[in-house]
């Protein structure tokens, strides 16, 4: 049993990196709702004094909608963390990447598909979850039931990846028929952004071009030290397993370190040339 001491230090030191993390997104969440939000949509005359008061109003709105969220899930606390974390990733990650990946090649859609195709998404998501249940799959022969509380989250898993992908691909594609009602101004940014998209990178300079070596030298250095340090720790009492796995993963960092460091080196040589 650890010392009072101890763990009063394990308790500070796990609010602390918790917080760490925590005022970065709070941050960034009432940034992008004062500067992309209330600013260009709501007043964009926005004194800066007032939005630097109602960003932190937002931070604390948004801190309290956290907290909130965080007592919503102590309710899944006999669900496992990894089936959590699963149903979480597809329940709110989904909704937003379907209209990322499809934005990126299909340009035909009004302004409002994602905001839209998001919300219908989140909203096809509790409604697997609340509103369905693996007996809607009874009827398929062999899976007649009862069903084990294993069996029951992978339903819900698999369910909410099946209706949300669905749902939101047919919407993201529905709203493309609305394209034409939007305004010119519109679509000259949507084709302004795919002629940008479909362009090929090029170096504009040979200061842009040193500082991108610069910084594949800065990480192949980098790599190469922490790669080092992983591989030391296969000195640690362990067995033969884990100590092949500190090997490998340090080792794999290793090379790739050294790969970035001689390719850094090579295209100095070459640039310093006449």
Not at 45 to 74: H, N, Q, Y
Not at 86 to 93: C, I
Not at 159 to 168: D, I, N, Q, Y
């Amino acid at each position: 049993m650890l010392p009072q001491g101890m763990l009063g230090l394990l308790v500070c030191s796990i609010f602390a990196a918790t917080l760490t993390t925590m005022d970065a997104g709070l941050n960034q969440g009432a940034g992008i709702f004062v500067r992309n939000f209330y600013l260009p949509v709501v007043d964009p005359d926005c004194p800066e004094r007032r939005l630097l008061i109602l960003s932190k109003v937002a931070t604390g709105v948004f801190g309290l909608v956290m907290i909130g969220i965080g007592l919503w899930f102590s309710r899944f606390r006999e669900m496992g963390l990894f089936d959590l974390v699963n149903q979480l990733a597809v329940s709110l990650t989904l909704p937003m990447v379907v209209p990322l990946c499809l934005g990126l090649f299909y340009k035909r859609t009004p302004a409002w598909s994602t905001w839209s195709t998001i919300a219908i998404g989140l909203t096809c998501s509790f409604t697997v979850k609340y509103l369905l249940g693996p007996e809607v799959v009874s009827w398929i022969p062999g899976l007649e039931g009862p069903f084990t509380a294993e069996e029951t989250t992978q339903f819900y898993l698999f369910a909410t990846v099946a209706v949300v992908a669905g749902v939101c691909i047919a919407w993201f594609f529905f709203t493309s028929l609305f394209y034409d009602r939007s305004s010119p101004a519109y679509r000259a940014s949507v084709d302004e952004f795919f002629t940008r998209l479909w362009t090929p990178a090029t170096e504009d300079s040979r200061d842009d071009a040193h500082v991108d070596r610069s910084v594949g030298g800065s990480i192949g250095k980098l790599s190469l030290v922490y790669g080092a340090f992983v591989a030391l720790l296969c000195l640690i009492p362990n067995s033969m397993q884990g100590r092949l796995c500190f090997v490998a993963c340090g080792g794999t960092m290793v090379v790739v370190g050294a790969v970035l460091a001689y390719r850094h080196r090579e295209t100095s040589s070459s640039a310093r040339r006449p």
